[in-house]
Structure formats: structure tokens, C-alpha cells
């Protein structure tokens, strides 16, 4: 009897706002939980932040705020995308909880009765990043952390040691046990082999800041944050607390399934460390720690520290959280490393959503609705060649989600709407309709799709849990998440009113999202601290690894204008068209700033203009030349960049 299935993301650190890495991670757990939940096993998700450390004290501190209310903001944060994302977690737990600290309490107590705790003073190369140290091997002669890129710091303190050395035996054996233990293979490969090249005792607390768990029996001493972050997959379920009834169904039944989902970049702190921790305390282990590659900007980690980041929300914003789940989901093969850029996400929007699955189920509906008058078909079918493809294709879906082949198995997907196509295709129900009307042969023909296009929308819901509810709710049935008799051939009813339904995903046109996000760029020069809207960012920036030369700056034309007239730009909530006076002519000029502006308050002003841009048209109109202005904070809010009343339009900016 297969046992429950408990699946985590790693806690997010709080000095951070969420961007497409950290949602991919989320949404690879939702999908995978809501799979298993779809089949009708028993779940529970856990997610949550990553409080404490030096970090979050020093961003904080930086931004004049106490490390909880920087905290407080950022999960405020989570939760707003979350709701949006529908990620359907169980539990959110935070570091700062009063039940957190009482189970790292117990997890120590634990490990300190096991006799695996000592102090000693502590010496080596530590990255401040990661908050953790490396060997000499590890950083090389230039002594750079692996991960960052940044400096590492000699750093020396008396500390109570962990004795992982003693485990390297333990753990060997276990990855060799369990061979699921370390998924992908390769991630499996590499940690093998770290622990093969032996293992030093691990500092487990800090003394140089304070904002972490006191250690128990070592005043002065605070929790290390990886093993206080570690300790949040037990904790929220009740460990070390009176009623740890989750605990025993969740960490400790046989056959139950224990996965923490994480990025590649945290993986010996889940693959070694923690699992020493608890083989110490004498607990289960996980049963799997699956690592999942990295999303990539211009060929690096996404990374606040880089400053490549993307965050979701205009594209969410402007296509559906659903949208942004299928890209994430099809565009990397889970596992490994994946670039994301705008361009690949519109194809994909449009090819595989809008027309591909959009296509199919509004075909399909509308062919049954004209048909049978609003109504799905009177007679089912059961034997026809979509019910043969769904057989496989059901096969081939649940082979790949076992394995989290999570783009495999849409291509399963993907593979038997085609042949739904095919099916219609074949069969001209049109003609049939014509020849015939509303017959019994008709109605198994579009039964076949229409039950067809039911079960595709039960394989997409794990994926994109709205669209498949509105894939129910075009095809007359209610609205809900399905359940695993579902995935069952014959669930469409017979007869049923089928409500009219809008098209799942309207066709984006590329050229006018380019134009009107260049439009919302052009007001965001190139910033340190990126902004919320940046995808296209790399259409903005040179081959050149960022600097440009002189002679390529002095090709940009930077005049002054006074703003004449400005109104907003029908239709459209962030542009705002202007005519502007440039000493020598007038110009109409179209800019992304409506959000922050009202067009009166423009007239009159001396604003910055790129004057040498070749004309664009931004929904519909045209734009010649580009007003230059500063973005503000993560929403990346309009500033404009004015100059001195008695500046004459026309002046050169240089
Ligand atoms: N707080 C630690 C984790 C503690 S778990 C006990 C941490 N937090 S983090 O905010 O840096 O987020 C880490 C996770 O976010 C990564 O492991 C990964 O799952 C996800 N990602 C962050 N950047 C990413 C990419 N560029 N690409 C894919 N996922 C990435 O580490």
C-alpha cells in the first residue's frame, strides 16, 4: 500500500522579492502534488520562507526596517503571487515561528544526546552569500565563491561543531540503498562523489550576528541557518511539538513518500547535510531530494545578485498565471538548465495555447453546440480512435508525471489533442451535419471529441488548474478541480447546455507587445536594481557584456522638448501620446507612463527626448522618438527626467 505523499519547496530567504526561479520551483511542486492529489493518493504540501541569517539582518538594516517587517512584506509578497499562481499549498511555514523554534530546539537536543555536538574555533573561507564556507579546492586561487562569483572572506570564531564527519560511512550507504534517494542521476553522480572525497564537521552556529535561533545551552551562540532552514520540513508538521500527529503521518509512515523539490544550487545542503542531521537524531530520511536546473538570463543564473532576475508579474498580469505555469512547465525539461526569454514564451503562447489547445476545445464546442443546439451530444461513443488515443495517452501522461517528466507529459498531451484533430478532421462532422442533421452517428463523432477534449482538460489540470475548469465549463460541467474517477473515458454528460465560452487564450501579437513594452522600457533605463516589468530586457542590452563605446553613445540624438499637448492612449492603461515641441519641429510621441501620470499634469514640461529613434507604432499609434525617465523601486514605477524651465527646446542632452 502506497503511503502519503509530502512534498516541499526549499523556504525562500526574505531578502529577496520572488522571481520566475522562485515561482518555477513552486509551481513544479503544485503540479506534481496536484497529480498525485488527481490520482487520489493522499497529500501535503508544504512551502514557506527562510527568515533568520546575516542576510536578511544586513537587507534589512540597509533598508531601515527590522528584520521581521522586511520579512512580514516579503511573505505578503508570496502570498499575493501564490493566490495568483494557485499554488495549493497545505502549509506556509516561517522560520520566525514560535512552532519552528521549538522543533529546531528538539531536532539539536536530539543530535546532542547522540554526542555529535562539540565547540572548537573555526577557521576557513567563507562566502557571506551563501552563508556558508568552502574548501580551498572549491573557491581556487582567486578564492571566489562557486556559486556568487563573489569574494570569499577568511573568517575565524569559536563554534559548536556537528559531527558530519562521522556520517560520510552512513550516507554512502544509504544513496547506494536508495537509489531514488538523489534525483536526476546526475545530481545523484555529483554528490556521491562529494562525500567520496570525505567530510569535515560543520560549524552549526554563529556568534558574529543575532538574528537566528538562540542555541540551546550555548548563550551568545545562534542556530546556523541552514540547519535552523533544514529543520522547517519537520517543524510544520508538528515536530518537537504535543500534537505531532502530521509528523507521524507525514515523516513517518511506511511507504510514504518525503520530496523536497529544490534548485541544483542547494543541493549538498539537502543531499548531505540534512540527512546527516537526521541519522544523528535517529529520523526517517526523505525519501527523494529532486534538483531541478536553473532558469538562465544571457546564459547565467537568474540571480538577484547577478541583477538578471525576471519577475512574474506583467506577464501574469497580461496573459494569466496559467500561461506563465504551462511555459515554465514545457520549456524546461526538468532537470535541466533553461533560458527564458520573451520571445519564446510568445511563441509558445501562441502555438501551443492559443492555437493548439484554444482551437481544439472552441472547435470542438462550437461543432456540438451548432449540432445539437447549444447542447452537448445525446449519444456517447465507446469505441472510436480517440478513446484509443486516450488510453495511450493516459499511459504515457502518468509514466512521465511518476517520473516528473513534467514536459514530457505535456507533450503527451499535446500529442492527443492532435489526434482529436485528426479525429474531426477524418470524420467532416460538418458535412455529416449537413448530409444527416443532429443523428445518432453525428452525436458519436463529436462525442468522441467532445469526451476527448474532457479528458485532455483532466491531464492539463495538475498543469493549469483554471484553464481546465474552463475547459469543463465549455464543455457543460461544472467548474472543478477533477477527481481521479475523471480521468475515466465517459465522464461528458449527455444532452447537457453548453454555455457560449470566450477563447481560452486570446492570440497575443508579438510586434505590439514588444512595441508597447519597449514603450514601458523606454522610461527604464538600464538599472541596478531591476524592475518589475524587464522581460525583453534583452533586446535592450549589447552583445558587448553591458559598456557601449563613445562613438556608439554619441549615434544616440538626447534633445530637450516641452510637452504641448498629452492625452491618453484609447484602450490602453499605460500609454499616454504627447505632442512635443523640439525648437525645430513638433513631434508626436507616445510613452508608458500613464500609470503614474495624468496627461494635464505634462503640459508644460521639459522633458528628455531620444530623438533620433526610428518611428514605432504603439497600439495604433505612432511614436516618433522615445522620453526618457527613471524607474523607481521593484514595481519599477515612471519618473520622468525633466530639465530647467528656462532650457529652450531643442537643447542638446549630453
Ligand atoms: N533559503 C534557502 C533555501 C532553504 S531550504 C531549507 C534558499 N533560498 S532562495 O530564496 O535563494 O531560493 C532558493 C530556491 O529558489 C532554489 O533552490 C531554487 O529552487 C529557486 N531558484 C532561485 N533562482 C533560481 C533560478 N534562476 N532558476 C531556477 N530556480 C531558482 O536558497
Redesign the pocket.
Known amino acids: 500500500m502506497m503511503g502519503p505523499f509530502y512534498a516541499t519547496?526549499?523556504?525562500?530567504?526574505v531578502n529577496?522579492l520572488p522571481?520566475?526561479?522562485?515561482i518555477?520551483?513552486s509551481v513544479v511542486t503544485d503540479t506534481v502534488t496536484r497529480y498525485h492529489r488527481l490520482i487520489g493518493e493522499k497529500t501535503r504540501f508544504l512551502t514557506g520562507t527562510?527568515e533568520h541569517g546575516q542576510n536578511i539582518e544586513k537587507a534589512a538594516a540597509a533598508q531601515g526596517v527590522t528584520p521581521i517587517a522586511l520579512a512580514d512584506r516579503v511573505v505578503a509578497r508570496y502570498r499575493d503571487l501564490y493566490r495568483k499562481f494557485e499554488i495549493a499549498h497545505d502549509d506556509f511555514i516561517r522560520t520566525t515561528e514560535e512552532r519552528h523554534r521549538r522543533g529546531v530546539e528538539a531536532l539539536i537536543a536530539r543530535i546532542e544526546k547522540a554526542g555529535d555536538l562539540y565547540v572548537a574555533r573555526h577557521e576557513g573561507w567563507y562566502c557571506a552569500s551563501c552563508e556558508a564556507f568552502y574548501t580551498e579546492k572549491e573557491i581556487g586561487v582567486e578564492k571566489l565563491c562557486p556559486d556568487h562569483g563573489r569574494p570569499c572572506t577568511w573568517e575565524s570564531e569559536e563554534n559548536v561543531f556537528f559531527r558530519l564527519s562521522k556520517y560520510a560511512g552512513p550516507l554512502l550507504a544509504h544513496y547506494e540503498k536508495n537509489q531514488e534517494f538523489v534525483r536526476p542521476e546526475t545530481r545523484r553522480a555529483e554528490v556521491v562523489s562529494f562525500v567520496r572525497g570525505g567530510l569535515n564537521d560543520l560549524s552549526v552556529s554563529r556568534t558574529n550576528f543575532d538574528w537566528g535561533i538562540p542555541f540551546p545551552g550555548h548563550p551568545g551562540h545562534v542556530v546556523y541557518v541552514?540547519m535552523d532552514?533544514?529543520t522547517?520540513?519537520i517543524t510544520a508538521l508538528g515536530f518537537g511539538s504535543d500534537d505531532d500527529r502530521l509528523y507521524r503521518e507525514f515523516w513517518e509512515s511506511p511507504g510514504g513518500r518525503r520530496v523536497h523539490?529544490?534548485?541544483?544550487?542547494?543541493l549538498r545542503?539537502?543531499a548531505v547535510y540534512?540527512p546527516a542531521f537526521l541519522l544523528s537524531a535517529g529520523l526517517p530520511l526523505p525519501t527523494t531530494v529532486w534538483a531541478?536546473?536553473?532558469?538562465?538570463r544571457d546564459e547565467r543564473?537568474?540571480?538577484k545578485s547577478v541583477g538578471n532576475?525576471v519577475r512574474p508579474d506583467a506577464l501574469v498580469e497580461r496573459f494569466g498565471s496559467d500561461a506563465l505555469r504551462y511555459f515554465l512547465m514545457r520549456e524546461m525539461a526538468f532537470g535541466q538548465d533553461a533560458s527564458f526569454s520573451d520571445q519564446a514564451f510568445l511563441e509558445r503562447y501562441n502555438a501551443d495555447l492559443a492555437n493548439d489547445l484554444g482551437n481544439t476545445v472552441s472547435r470542438v464546442a462550437a461543432l456540438c453546440r451548432q449540432a445539437f443546439g447549444g447542447r452537448t451530444p445525446g449519444e456517447a461513443c465507446t469505441d472510436n480512435q480517440v478513446l484509443d488515443a486516450s488510453r495511450e495517452a493516459l499511459r504515457e501522461w502518468r509514466a512521465a508525471m511518476e517520473e516528473r517528466g513534467l514536459s514530457r507529459a505535456l507533450e503527451a498531451v499535446w500529442k492527443f489533442l492532435a489526434q482529436i484533430n485528426g479525429h474531426v478532421v477524418a470524420r467532416e462532422p460538418w458535412k455529416v451535419l449537413k448530409e444527416e442533421g443532429a443523428s445518432a452517428r453525428l452525436s458519436r463523432i463529436l462525442y468522441a471529441a467532445a469526451e476527448g477534449v474532457r479528458l485532455a482538460g483532466a491531464l492539463l489540470s495538475p498543469f493549469v488548474p483554471s484553464t481546465s475548469r474552463r475547459i469543463f465549463a465549455a464543455l457543460g460541467l461544472p467548474a472543478e478541480d477533477p477527481r481521479s474517477e475523471d480521468l475515466s473515458w465517459g465522464r461528458l454528460p449527455l444532452g447537457a447546455p453548453m454555455p457560449e465560452a470566450p477563447p481560452l487564450f486570446p492570440r497575443a501579437d508579438p510586434g505590439a507587445y514588444f512595441s508597447e513594452k519597449d514603450a514601458t522600457m523606454s522610461e527604464k533605463p538600464a538599472s541596478p536594481q531591476p524592475a518589475a516589468t524587464e522581460m525583453g530586457r534583452e533586446r535592450h542590452e549589447s552583445a558587448s557584456g553591458g559598456r557601449i563605446s563613445m562613438e556608439d553613445f554619441q549615434k544616440v540624438q538626447l534633445v530637450t522638448g516641452k510637452v504641448l499637448a498629452a492625452e491618453r492612449v484609447p484602450r490602453s492603461n499605460k500609454l499616454i501620446q504627447m505632442r512635443v515641441d523640439l525648437g525645430t519641429e513638433e513631434r508626436q510621441i507616445v510613452a508608458g507612463i500613464a500609470t503614474h501620470y495624468e496627461p494635464e499634469s505634462l503640459v508644460g514640461r521639459n522633458v528628455v527626448i531620444v530623438a533620433n529613434l526610428k518611428p514605432a507604432k504603439l497600439m495604433g499609434v505612432e511614436s516618433n522618438g522615445m522620453v526618457l525617465a527613471a524607474t523607481v523601486g521593484e514595481e519599477g514605477a515612471p519618473s520622468l527626467v525633466v530639465v530647467d524651465e528656462s532650457v529652450p527646446p531643442g537643447s542638446l542632452v549630453k
Open positions: 519547496t526549499p523556504i525562500y530567504y529577496d522571481h520566475i526561479g522562485h518555477y520551483t527562510d541552514w532552514a533544514l522547517n520540513y523539490f529544490i534548485g541544483k544550487d542547494i545542503f539537502h540534512w531541478h536546473g536553473w532558469w538562465l543564473k537568474m540571480s532576475v
